[in-house]
T-cell receptor
């Protein structure tokens, strides 16, 4: 069975640009969460979606938005990129227990 | 809110045993998770504790005391490949869904 998949793997953007990251959960998982992990720190929760509805939002500015599609895949959008948005963006899916993470998207903002 | 503390770094010798501690404060505890993360890779699930006691899974064991807000991850017969960061994460029942709050991670270095 395929695990959580994310695209792209790596991304380089400049300040002020916008970015869209994509995630496909494990087959059968209806919950998708997004986390930001800055180098040397633990992941920080950004959003959680379940059955296309937002169930939770972390302490991130409105520049960050997300959505979930009928097939349970998800997109994370970040507008007006700042240097501090450079991080590993992790998507995780869940069936009600632990979260299973995808390989992440490494975003570098120059 | 939640507060999760774990040591920043630990060093141990191949073949030895190491214990990584995690303390937490939360208003509505609903499970504690341990993840392993190798440099540049995603976290991989190691263990889950929701009741007090020890959960054993091969070379890895995890312990929980809810009254003390304390958990540890025990790694036995250390191997070089165990060099990684170990993340403690807590799920809070006050939050809708399964979102986790992570500690900063403990970077474990295994030396020959």
């Amino acid at each position: 069975d395929a695990g959580v998949t994310q695209s792209p793997t790596h991304l380089i953007k400049t300040r002020g640009q916008q970015v869209t990251l994509r995630c496909s959960p494990i087959s059968g998982h209806k919950s998708v969460s997004w986390y930001q992990q800055v180098l040397g720190q633990g992941p920080q929760f950004i959003f959680q979606y379940y059955e296309k509805e937002e169930r939770g939002r972390g302490n991130f500015p409105d520049r960050f938005s997300a959505r979930q599609f009928p097939n349970y895949s998800s997109e994370l959008n970040v507008n007006a990129l700042l240097l501090g948005d450079s991080a590993l963006y992790l998507c995780a899916s869940s069936l009600g227990g632990g979260e299973f993470f995808g390989p992440g998207t490494r975003l570098t903002v120059l | 809110g939640q507060n999760i503390d774990q040591p920043t770094e630990m060093t141990a010798t191949e073949g030895a045993i190491v214990q990584i501690n995690c303390t937490y404060q939360t208003s509505g505890f609903n499970g504690l998770f341990w993840y392993q993360q190798h440099a540049g890779e995603a976290p991989t699930f190691l263990s889950y504790n929701v009741l007090d006691g020890l959960e054993e899974k091969g070379r890895f064991s995890s312990f929980l005391s809810r009254s003390k807000g304390y958990s540890y991850l025990l790694l036995k017969e250390l191997q070089m490949k165990d060099s990684a960061s170990y993340l403690c994460a807590v799920r809070d029942s006050n939050n809708a869904g399964n979102m986790l709050t992570f500690g900063g991670g403990t970077r474990l270095m295994v030396k020959p």
